[in-house]
């Protein structure tokens, strides 16, 4: 076993959490991504709050974790902290990072972003916005997930799915619904937003796209039933 940074004698304060992996699938490396968030980078942050994310690149399998390849809050500067980060490889090799992120200091929008290292690159290019909602607009965004899937064998890239939780603060109690959204692009622009849930207080979607190109989407739904299924 390798670890990435913390060590077993750390404070609990300072250990990773929200850890995500993918693996690249194109056949032409053997690389491993990790996301986190991360407090041993961000010592100074208090205990509960959500200092950053980090990732974390190993280019052989996992064997070493080399220095160059980790950073944080990649391809978004603007944000000064971020948290539910998600990993992805597509069929290309380009890795994908998706999270919220937040201004903490200028009390600013809060927003999923999504940011692409290209196959054969070690550096994350800017990072594009899924959707923002900015102080005063009653919205909140939380739980993103990113997957990436075959759409037909002559397009040159696969499709980015991105799947998230907004919640409209005014009503009470709150409403909350999944919404998606896809990019075909490498998510240099995304699809209109499309609403997957039928109830008020849905949490934790994830996405995932099948051999026969079917995207199944999956929540727990705090109403009444402990999960949902939902296919497109």
Not at 13 to 27: F, N
């Amino acid at each position: 076993m390798n670890r990435l940074t913390s060590q077993p004698n750390d404070p609990p304060e300072l250990k990773q959490v929200e850890i995500e992996v993918a693996v690249d699938r194109s056949g032409s490396s053997n690389r491993i991504a990790v996301a986190a968030i991360d407090p041993f980078q961000y010592p100074n942050i208090p205990v509960g709050g959500a200092p950053g994310t980090s990732y974390y690149i190993s280019p052989d399998g996992g064997d070493s974790w080399p220095a160059n390849l980790r950073g944080d809050l990649p391809g978004l500067a603007f944000y000064t902290q971020a948290f539910d980060p998600v990993v992805e490889y597509d069929r290309n090799g380009d890795l994908f990072f998706c999270a919220v992120g937040e201004n903490e200091i200028l009390e600013e929008e809060r927003a999923i972003f999504l940011s692409r290292m290209p196959a054969g690159t070690d550096d994350f290019l800017d990072g594009e916005l899924v959707r923002s909602v900015g102080v005063g607009s009653n919205r909140e965004l939380d739980k993103p997930w990113c997957t990436t899937g075959l759409t037909d064998e002559a397009v040159p890239r696969d499709i980015v799915y991105v799947t998230y939780v907004e919640t409209n603060l005014v009503p009470n109690p709150d409403v909350s619904e999944i919404l998606f959204k896809f990019s075909t692009n490498a998510g240099a622009s995304f699809s209109p937003v499309t609403v997957v849930s039928d109830s008020s207080d849905p949490t934790w979607p994830q996405v995932a796209m099948g051999i026969d190109k079917t995207v199944n989407f999956v929540w727990a739904d705090n109403d009444n039933l402990p999960c949902l299924l939902y296919t497109s």
